[in-house]
């Protein structure tokens, strides 16, 4: 198997999936979305893959809009 095939299938898949388990709404459907968390589980998930997976040259920014509770924070 050619080693982007095994990564699709190793780290790829799995991630999708748990993404797709978290019920992150938008702010629009949960007015309590960011005492629930879940957007922020989301965000962590994917900055947490790339972090594991870092492609030469990259930069992981997580950027929050103000108004919303949050800061702009960079990693």
């Known amino acids: 198997m050619n080693p982007i095939a095994q990564l699709w299938d190793?780290?790829?898949v799995p991630t999708l999936a748990s993404y797709i388990r978290i019920p992150a709404k938008s702010p629009h459907f949960d007015p309590d979305w960011a005492r629930h968390g879940h957007i922020d589980a989301a965000v962590e998930l994917a900055a947490n893959w790339c972090r594991?997976?870092?492609?030469?040259?990259m930069h992981l920014e997580i950027v929050r809009l103000p108004n919303l509770a949050f800061s702009r924070r960079r990693i």
């Open 52 to 57: 594991q997976h870092p492609a030469r040259g």
């Open 10 to 12: 190793a780290s790829i």
